[in-house]
């Protein structure tokens, strides 16, 4: 464990922006370019919601609440991936979780970043 490290959570008003950053400095490069990468958010009182993933060949995928607003990516060389959130909505707040799946079925998890939207 330990593996990911996030940033970028915080306070923001309704129709702001944050860009959460995930970064696997101790992991070896081939195992982050192979894994799937995902964040996840849970809401107070509520389960965890697969929020965006996108694939080791760039494929992404979005749950409809957040598309046309929340954007996943990935920079291979710095070990590091991102969901940049434009149009923030009090629904969206909540902890941000980044994950990592391998293709041998292994999760790595960060710790958890608070994002809170106020109205």
């Known amino acids: 464990q330990g593996q990911l490290v996030e940033s970028g959570g915080g306070l923001v008003q309704a129709g702001g922006s944050l860009r959460l950053s995930c970064k696997a400095p101790?992991?070896?490069?081939?195992?982050?370019?192979?894994?799937?990468k995902a964040w996840y958010r849970q809401a107070p009182g509520k389960e965890r919601e697969l929020v965006a993933r996108i694939t080791y060949d760039g494929n992404s995928e979005y749950v409809d609440s957040v598309k046309g607003r929340f954007t996943i990516s990935k920079d291979n060389s710095r070990k590091t991936f991102y969901l940049q959130m434009n149009g923030l909505k009090p629904e969206d707040t909540g902890v941000y979780y980044c994950?990592?799946?391998?293709?041998?079925?292994?999760?790595?998890w960060g710790q958890g970043t608070q994002v809170t939207v106020s109205s």
């Open positions: 994950n990592q799946h391998s293709p041998s079925g292994y999760d790595y």
């Open positions: 101790r992991m070896i490069l081939s195992t982050f370019t192979a894994n799937t």
